[in-house]
């Protein structure tokens, strides 16, 4: 297993009262799609009482926009969230470090679910090695190593 998440980017901030108090979330280790964090961090605000049980729904929205490969908070009245904290998840949800506030928030980048960006696959049936690389475009690279 590949862990995408861990200890260098697993924590997630956010305050209920513009600020006043804050609440961390700190998501388990382990290898997560951007479904498995949202539903993470819904758990577990719910389970803190950061819930609307009147309409049955989240004060913290996070959507994938598979369209633009970015995230999107939708972050109810008074709540905040804040992403300037060491180790915050921000990094793989494209989000800058800094505060987001009520309303429809969208990641100014890409996100970054994937940690690793080559495997070496070695094997004594074919007598050889290949080597895939990722570039920075996205493409990937082959190579054959006898």
């Given at each position: 297993?590949?862990?995408n998440?861990?200890?260098?980017?697993?924590?997630?901030?956010?305050?209920?009262?513009n600020?006043?108090?804050?609440?961390n979330?700190?998501?388990p280790e382990?290898?997560?799609?951007?479904?498995?964090?949202i539903?993470?961090?819904?758990?577990?605000?719910?389970?803190?009482?950061h819930?609307n049980?009147?309409?049955?729904?989240?004060?913290?929205?996070?959507?994938?926009n598979?369209?633009?490969?970015?995230t999107?908070?939708?972050?109810?009245e008074?709540?905040?969230?804040?992403?300037?904290t060491?180790?915050?998840?921000?990094?793989?949800?494209?989000?800058n470090?800094?505060?987001?506030?009520?309303?429809?928030?969208?990641?100014?980048?890409?996100?970054?679910?994937?940690s690793?960006?080559?495997l070496?696959?070695?094997?004594?049936?074919?007598?050889?090695s290949?080597t895939?690389?990722?570039?920075?475009?996205?493409?990937?690279?082959?190579?054959l190593?006898?």
């Amino acid at each position: 297993m590949f862990s995408n998440i861990d200890a260098t980017n697993n924590s997630f901030r956010y305050s209920p009262n513009n600020g006043t108090a804050w609440f961390n979330v700190t998501i388990p280790e382990g290898c997560y799609e951007i479904k498995d964090i949202i539903e993470q961090v819904q758990r577990l605000m719910k389970g803190a009482g950061h819930y609307n049980s009147v309409i049955d729904d989240h004060n913290i929205k996070i959507e994938a926009n598979n369209n633009t490969l970015k995230t999107v908070f939708r972050i109810a009245e008074d709540y905040v969230v804040d992403f300037t904290t060491p180790n915050s998840i921000r990094t793989v949800l494209g989000f800058n470090d800094r505060r987001y506030l009520s309303g429809c928030n969208e990641s100014e980048n890409i996100v970054d679910i994937m940690s690793i960006t080559s495997l070496r696959v070695t094997s004594c049936i074919i007598g050889a090695s290949y080597t895939l690389y990722q570039r920075d475009n996205g493409k990937c690279d082959i190579f054959l190593f006898p």
